[in-house]
């Protein structure tokens, strides 16, 4: 979608994951996340903010893979790490997966695989924009740079809260139901101001 923003979401994740490893001594599932971040660092600095270059199906598929491999491995070398901790890490695109299943469907009655360009960052993006106004393309790009980082604060929170709560299944699930109820109430008031759109 953005310059930046699976890379850098990724990167944050994959941190968490080195830290749980790390509390845990799974020096092995430590190395692994240290050697991916390294190689999406080296990647990120081509993407943000220019857009040099870009992950494309086959790396965003591959750094979703790797990342789930980890969470799936440490939740099952380590009894003391909730299952709930990588929920809660991966919660954006679980939940926005989910949430855009249900608004093409349910709430537009378009196929599930239909695209739209109605995703949260994209309503991010037409906000930074401000929708009702001409954009030339230096300015696009420029706004483009500037969504990735507001997912990156919002990756760092759960990041730190989720390492913070890495045994505690209630509480994980809880910030899990939270972020779920924020995210719908964020999309509407974006929406609406966006678009015109209370889906």
């Not at 799936?72 to 679980?94: C, H, K, Q």
């Amino acid at each position: 979608g953005y310059n930046g923003l699976a890379a850098g979401y990724s990167v944050i994740v994959l941190a968490a994951l080195a830290a749980a490893a790390t509390l845990t001594a799974d020096w092995l599932l430590l190395g692994i996340s240290l050697s991916m971040i390294g190689a999406v660092l080296g990647f990120l600095i081509w993407n943000w903010p220019g857009g040099k270059m870009f992950l494309g199906d086959g790396g965003a598929y591959l750094l979703g893979f790797v990342i789930a491999e980890i969470s799936i491995l440490l939740v099952l070398r380590n009894a003391e790490i909730s299952p709930w901790f990588p929920v809660l890490l991966l919660i954006y695109p679980i939940f926005e997966t989910l949430y855009s299943i249900y608004r093409r469907r349910y709430a537009r009655g378009h196929a599930v695989g239909k695209p739209d360009d109605l995703h949260l960052h994209q309503l991010l993006y037409r906000w930074l924009v401000d929708a009702d106004r001409p954009v030339d393309q230096r300015e696009a790009t420029t706004h483009n740079s500037r969504v990735a980082p507001y997912y990156w604060w919002l990756a760092a929170a759960l990041a730190a809260l989720g390492v913070l709560l890495r045994a505690d299944t209630e509480w994980l699930a809880l910030c899990v139901l939270l972020f779920c109820v924020g995210y719908c109430l964020l999309y509407r008031q974006l929406a609406a101001q966006t678009l015109r759109f209370s889906g």
